[in-house]
């Protein structure tokens, strides 16, 4: 991967495009985001072709070669007016009235590809809400305030998103929290031979995350639904990546020792993202990992708001796992069963 692309990973819409990309979200009708249907989801794929060419282009790029971060940031897009108290439970807005932010996510996202969601997290939306909730200050999933270790999102699934977008409502009170990523383009050459082919095998045992409903380790006990993974997959200069240092370890101690490798590798290859409203940050969930710094929420009605829409570049291959022609998984259980018993 040559480093020219290194500045294409921000891109901030100028005054026009941001007009453009408010006479298309202002004009469109009510969404109700618990019935996110596919023919709404077809016309938003349609209107999709009066964004700005700057900004589709970019997009069509990021899906088709990603770049060395990983990551791609699009600034100063419209936001809604008016904004409730940040939801204290972390589930549906039921007071948000207008639906920009979430047009915005479905505009931009679907450049990449369809939307898909999980059953078993946030009631199943396609579009969710990812705030603080008091009480989870020390969990390692979206509704913690502490240090969330870098994962690949939702790696634990058969059908794990392709990529992430996260919108940014509002801010946290002291303006200190960061979204960072690192992607394994940037850190591979920092990663010794023997601890990339001791990646590459099945040595690495990753578990559920609470969000889902399970309890992650509990000491060396195997979680329900944990599944035996290699690291590192396909082309052998520019592979993909699935991790989670928090639900994920190896599977002897070459293993571990090949993951703590890892670890050193991106975290000293990092893009530190400090979210505004208006900032849409989309992650290749292939190349990049991601993860947040700490932060003191107030729970005041004001605290980090953002909202999340995954897309994956292959709807079908989820087929035997969604309802119909719907976009939401069956729960974890029943597919990882269906898959061992195949």
Not at 55 to 76: M, P
Not at 91 to 104: Q, V
């Amino acid at each position: 991967m040559q480093r020219e692309d290194r500045n294409l990973h921000v891109l901030e819409l100028t005054q026009h495009e941001r007009m453009a990309m408010e006479s298309i979200v202002r004009g469109l009708p009510p969404l109700d985001i618990r019935n996110v249907n596919d023919e709404r989801l077809t016309e938003t794929e349609l209107l999709g072709r009066r964004v700005p060419v700057r900004i589709a282009d970019a997009l069509i790029r990021f899906r088709k070669h990603s770049n060395s971060e990983g990551t791609l940031l699009l600034r100063n897009l419209p936001v809604d007016d008016v904004l409730p108290a940040t939801p204290s439970d972390g589930r549906l807005a039921e007071a948000k009235k207008s639906t920009i932010s979430e047009y915005n996510l479905l505009l931009l996202l679907q450049f990449l590809g369809d939307p898909i969601a999980y059953e078993d997290e946030k009631e199943g939306l396609l579009i969710q809400n990812v705030c603080p909730v008091q009480g989870c200050e020390e969990l390692q999933e979206n509704t913690g305030s502490t240090y969330l270790e870098f994962h690949t999102e939702d790696g634990f699934h058969p059908y794990k998103p392709d990529f992430i977008g996260l919108f940014c409502l509002r801010p946290d009170h002291e303006g200190v929290a960061k979204t960072i990523t690192s992607s394994i383009r940037m850190a591979i050459q920092k990663i010794p031979a023997t601890a990339v082919s001791l990646l590459r095998e099945p040595h690495f045992r990753i578990s559920p995350a609470s969000s889902f409903g399970y309890g992650g380790y509990a000491g060396d006990k195997l979680p329900e639904c944990s599944r035996t993974i290699p690291v590192l997959s396909g082309s052998l200069t520019d592979p993909d990546m699935c991790i989670d240092f928090f639900l994920m370890r190896g599977t002897h101690p070459a293993a571990q020792w090949a993951l703590d490798v890892l670890k050193e590798a991106l975290t000293s290859s990092v893009q530190e993202f400090s979210l505004r409203p208006g900032d849409l940050l989309i992650v290749d969930n292939r190349k990049a990992a991601h993860a947040r710094t700490s932060f003191e929420p107030r729970y005041d009605g004001f605290d980090r708001w953002l909202q999340r829409l995954f897309v994956t570049n292959d709807i079908r291959r989820s087929a035997d796992g969604r309802w119909r022609d719907g976009y939401v998984c069956s729960p974890l259980f029943t597919l990882t069963k269906r898959h061992h018993s195949m």
